[in-house]
């Protein structure tokens, strides 16, 4: 984490226009998804799913409600098993570790794995500042950073969210009396101030306005050549205008998984051209 | 290794409870044990009570429990019925907060604040009109409802002050379960040409009633086990008379009252087997009235 | 024919429809009568008597005017802080397990009893107290009042943190999990605290019940005429002041009686309407 950290820092430094290199197939797998089924009960939601998620890229999940898209971005970074009579099988493989290893806990991987949910969850209680820094303060002593770091994190998280300009200077004031769509972008700013390695995003733009899902879809294309994403939408315009590589679900399976541009032109599979095409969903 | 400390540490809170009402019924029965033991089941059945040659029963502080929490309940169910209809279903939106607040706060009113205000208020006011009304206005002084001289502290004081304390109890938990009977109850009855009295008797109120009569018992178990008002305007009297103004005895205002003043350890022991006596109804009844509330929340759910 | 009937009928429903509903009306306005009864007398009888000699003198003897409750404030005062000391921590702690454990055997058996235990008589908590902790070491004791009285609190604490915990949205909980905190941390410093002004008018409500109760200390803190803050000692207390000047004979005792009830419903009135303020002045989240 220190080392991490320092990369936060540094890249602050580095002045964000730089252009991303746009990762092509050749890039390493960052996670590996082996055969995993999950379970609610006895209710099997995600079936024998298989596929790699590739470093630097916006890897979009899309499929008719109910197909176990949330379910199976639940799974990668361990949020599935908080709900009662949940349960996962299979791999998913992180930096070369099965992150559902018995030696592995559940808390490390959601640190190096940020998600940002459906609704926007900015704690109440805490400033804007605050919510910004709630990673940073649970860490371990020696790798907590000091007021000044955290102050320069959180700045920079601000920015990299396009939030600072408008929050900067009420940092002290609640979370609560922002808009959704900045509240939103406060909670992709929360999950990025502890610089995760991937960051899951469930449908973020479910209930925010065009004009603040434009916003957090720039910000998205932006943070690629940063943090691996993962996005579940249910809008296929939306996979289509962010993402390098795009999954279709259908009744917990994993119907297909390619390049964008090929899913939405040529889709192989029969299932996947009816869905992309509008025949259902 | 926290996660796991801290699921132990809150179910130890949570075992408190259990262990605290463990601890209430042993403390409570061996505080009673000597006189139980002494005078057997005939303790309850019993009406003597003569600290000077050991002799006791609680005869006439159950039947004054009784009677009282009656009285109350005779009062103040059909009014908290009247108020929670009134609350949640025609209360005009200005007077509504108001109002629920008013009568939250009448349960908010120390016990003992009652009682100074039933003694020196309630039991005079009760002395000189309703009283006499009874006796001369009616003529009813003869039959034996309304038997005796009009001291004022009663078997009627106690009834009504406890009327006026378990009112909010029971208009809570009726207003409750009036607002978790559906819409679409209220609203067949309205399609079926009923007038707006007609869907509360004949679809709400049903509906409820369960949960209603769940919140009649509650507010019997609080009138059951209420001490300081009721020790403060009963008269406090060991014995059993039909008339409403008689003075009297409830098993909580027995033991208040003749705490300080028992000197032999019998004597103490006897307090204590009705404080014994008391914790069983309590408990009986309070089961009662939590399984009928559930049970409404459950049909709701259905 | 047959129309005109109807709406014969349909008249009289109307009027008794009319006629019912005024009477919730009236039940409304007979409900709220002995409230308002209640304080005037308590303004009218006691308002005179309350002055700063009230909260500073002690208690003068029988037959002369004057003197204070200074002692019975201060033993209240002392009874609450011992009572919260004991309720507030277990009742928080229940009611977080209560929330958690939803489904729970255990939670349902235990949410179970503590709403038995709230329904118990306060008269009942007395004997419990005094059986285990006056009787074995022969003297009454301010301690054993503030344990009868936090043992009361203890489910009246339960019952709001749970129901206020639960108002907490999974999203919440969820949203502190996905950043790495565990679940010991997620609950206290995010649930938890979310929660905070839910539970802290419960346990404003919960103190303001405890602060008048009466039967409990009889056993108990059994009241001292005298300056006492020692919790080995019998303590005055404010209710127990009332109920053994209400029942003397004295003028100068009733009049005293009604300054302290006027004093104890003051404080009750603060204390609710300090609760409302908290609810009410925090974002989000609250009793409403």
New interface residues.
């Given amino acids: 984490m220190a080392t991490a950290r320092a990369e936060v820092l540094d890249s602050a430094a580095q002045p964000m226009t730089e252009t991303p290199v746009r990762a092509t197939a050749t890039t390493p797998v960052c996670l590996a998804v082996e055969s995993l089924d999950a379970y609610f009960g006895a209710t099997r939601v995600v079936r024998g799913v298989s596929f790699g998620v590739q470093t630097g890229q916006v890897t979009a999940i899309i499929g008719p409600s109910g197909c176990g898209k949330s379910t199976l971005l639940r799974c990668l970074n361990r949020m599935h098993e908080t709900i009662p009579g949940a349960r996962v099988e299979g791999e998913v493989r992180f930096d070369g570790r099965d992150i559902y290893d018995p030696a592995v806990s559940a808390i490390g991987v959601r640190r190096h794995i940020g998600m940002v949910f459906q609704r926007p969850t900015p704690f109440p209680t805490m400033s804007i500042r605050d919510n910004v820094a709630a990673g940073l303060k649970i860490l371990p002593r020696d790798q907590r950073p000091s007021k000044r770091e955290t102050d320069d994190i959180v700045e920079h998280a601000l920015r990299r969210t396009a939030l600072w300009d408008e929050v900067h200077d009420r940092l002290n004031a609640s979370a609560v009396a922002l808009s959704g769509g900045q509240q939103q972008r406060l909670c992709i700013a929360r999950a990025l101030a502890t610089s995760p390695t991937v960051l899951l995003l469930d449908e973020p733009t479910a209930s925010l306005d065009p004009l603040s899902t434009q916003r957090i879809e720039e910000l998205v294309y932006e943070l690629r050549s940063e943090v691996t994403i993962i996005i579940v939408t249910h809008n296929m315009q939306q996979a289509a205008r962010i993402s390098d590589r795009t999954a279709f679900m259908l009744a917990g399976e994993l119907v297909e998984y390619a390049p964008t541009n090929a899913m939405f032109t040529a889709p192989r599979d029969p299932r996947t051209e009816a869905y992309v095409t509008g025949r259902f969903g | 290794m926290g996660d796991r400390a801290y699921r132990w540490i809150t179910t130890g809170f949570a075992l408190v409870i259990p262990v605290l009402l463990g601890l209430i019924a042993i403390s409570v029965f061996s505080a009673g044990w000597p006189a139980l033991h002494k005078f057997g089941l005939g303790f309850f059945t019993s009406s003597d009570w003569d600290p000077v040659n050991e002799k006791f029963g609680a005869a006439p502080a159950i039947f004054g429990t009784i009677v009282s929490s009656a009285i109350a309940l005779i009062i103040a169910t059909p009014l908290a019925i009247g108020v929670a209809v009134f609350l949640s279903e025609f209360a005009p939106r200005w007077v509504r907060q108001p109002i629920a607040f008013l009568v939250d706060l009448l349960a908010a009113i120390p016990s003992v604040v009652y009682g100074l205000w039933g003694i020196l208020v309630l039991v005079p006011f009760l002395r000189t009109y309703v009283m006499p009304f009874f006796k001369e206005t009616l003529h009813l002084g003869d039959t034996p409802l309304f038997a005796g001289a009009a001291y004022g502290p009663s078997m009627l004081a106690a009834g009504s002050i406890l009327a006026i304390m378990v009112l909010p109890f029971i208009s809570a938990v009726t207003r409750e379960v009036l607002l978790a009977v559906p819409r679409s109850q209220r609203e067949a009855a309205l399609a079926l040409g009923a007038t707006r009295w007609e869907m509360i008797w004949d679809a709400v109120l049903p509906y409820a009633r369960s949960g209603i009569i769940g919140g009649v018992i509650l507010g019997l178990g609080r009138a059951l086990g209420e001490t300081m008002a009721v020790t403060m305007v009963i008269g406090n009297r060991h014995e059993i008379s039909a008339s409403l103004f008689a003075p009297g005895y409830t098993m909580a205002s027995q033991i208040a009252n003749e705490f300080s003043e028992a000197t032999t350890d019998l004597h103490v022991s006897s307090l204590m087997a009705v404080g014994a006596g008391l914790f069983v109804i309590t408990v009986i009844v309070n089961v009662i009235a939590r399984w009928l509330v559930w049970r409404m929340g459950r049909n709701q759910v259905a | 024919m047959l129309a005109t009937s109807t709406a014969r009928t349909l008249a009289r ?2 009027v ?3 006629i ?2 005024a ?6 306005l ?3 009568l ?5 304080l005037w ?2 303004a009218a ?1 006691g308002a005179s008597s309350v002055n700063w000699n009230f909260f500073t003198k002690m208690p003068a003897p029988a037959g002369e005017a004057g003197g204070g409750m200074a002692n019975a404030i201060v033993g209240t005062g002392m009874l609450v802080l011992i009572a919260s000391a004991i309720g507030l ?2 009742g ?3 009611g ?3 929330a ?1 454990q939803r ?1 729970a055997k ?2 349902t ?2 949410r ?6 709230n ?7 007395g ?2 107290a ?3 902790l006056v ?1 074995p070491f022969k003297h009454f004791s301010a301690l054993a009042g503030g344990i009868a009285l936090g ?1 009361m609190m ?2 009246l604490v ?1 019952r709001t943190t749970e129901e206020m915990i639960r108002l907490v ?1 999974v ?15 997620t ?2 410093s ?1 649930v938890l ?2 929660a ?1 002004p839910g539970i802290v008018t419960g346990a404003l ?1 919960a103190v ?2 405890i ?5 409990p200390l ?2 108990t803190a059994l009241g001292n005429q005298f300056w006492s803050v020692s919790p080995t000692q019998p303590i005055a207390a404010l ?1 127990m002041q ?2 053994t000047y ?2 003397a004979p004295y003028d100068d005792w ?1 009049a005293q ?2 300054a302290g ?1 006027l004093v ?2 003051g404080l ?2 603060i204390i ?1 309407l300090i609760a409302r303020y908290v609810t009410r002045s ?4 609250g009793g409403d």
């Fill in positions: 429903r109307r008794k429809s009319f019912m509903i009477l919730t009306y009236v039940a409304a007979i409900a709220t002995p409230l308002l009864l209640i007398h308590l009888q921590p277990i928080v702690g229940a977080l397990f209560l958690e489904g255990l939670a058996a235990i179970f009893l503590s709403d038995v235990l329904g118990l008589p306060s008269i009942v908590m004997i419990f005094w059986q285990l009787r043992a203890i489910p339960t949205p999203s919440m909980r969820e949203a502190a999990l996905a950043l790495g905190y565990t679940k010991w941390r609950s206290l995010v605290r979310t905070l409500v303001a019940r602060a008048g109760e009466t039967a009889i056993f209710p009332i109920y209400a029942l009733h009686a009604w009830a104890l419903i009750v009135l609710s925090r974002f989000g989240l």
